[in-house]
């Protein structure tokens, strides 16, 4: 498996398990609890979990907040159609303007809630970073796709 199949895999995963959790945490299986309380505990690592900031299912938040649910699920989109269509090479300043193009929205919308202008809805949050969520997949996923394997540096006969 390529590197960049793996982490869309990863994404998979974590997408799968930020969406099921609140589901999960309220089984009576121990272990499904307990593996629920692991997916919080990591998306709590990378991310506020503010309840007001959160979409639910039944009743319970999502292990991540709206901004970051709409960064992981355009990421994992993105990266399976970059795995499906190939991408195309493209030079680093213009990756840079893509993705900084990308964070545009998401950089608007944290700015008005820091300066307190506006207070967008967890939609808005969530859509919001879906242009960036998309493209950093995408290049990331072009970058593995080009980068050589590590075969191709063995010396020969090794």
């Known amino acids: 498996m390529t590197l960049a199949r793996l982490l869309v895999f990863s994404l998979l995963l974590w997408v799968a398990a930020v969406v099921f959790a609140p589901i999960a945490i309220a089984s009576p299986v121990p272990a499904i609890a307990r593996a629920a309380l692991i997916v919080y505990g990591a998306g709590g690592l990378v991310c506020h979990q503010r309840p007001e900031r959160s979409f639910q299912i039944?009743?319970?938040q999502l292990a991540v907040c709206a901004r970051c649910t709409g960064l992981y699920v355009s990421a994992l989109a993105s990266g399976l159609l970059a795995l499906i269509?190939?991408?195309?090479?493209?030079?680093?300043?213009?990756?840079?303007?893509?993705?900084?193009?990308?964070?545009?929205?998401t950089l608007?919308?944290?700015?008005?809630?820091?300066?307190?202008?506006?207070?967008?809805s967890n939609m808005t949050r969530m859509l919001s970073a879906l242009?960036?969520?998309?493209?950093?997949?995408?290049?990331?996923i072009g970058a593995l796709h080009r980068a050589p394997s590590t075969d191709q540096h063995r010396a020969p006969g090794t």
């Open 108 to 120: 608007l919308t944290v700015a008005l809630e820091l300066a307190h202008v506006a207070y967008p």
């Open 131 to 140: 242009p960036l969520g998309a493209v950093a997949a995408w290049l990331v």
């Open 85 to 105: 269509f190939g991408v195309a090479s493209m030079s680093p300043s213009r990756a840079r303007v893509w993705l900084g193009a990308a964070a545009l929205p």
């Open 58 to 60: 039944g009743g319970r």
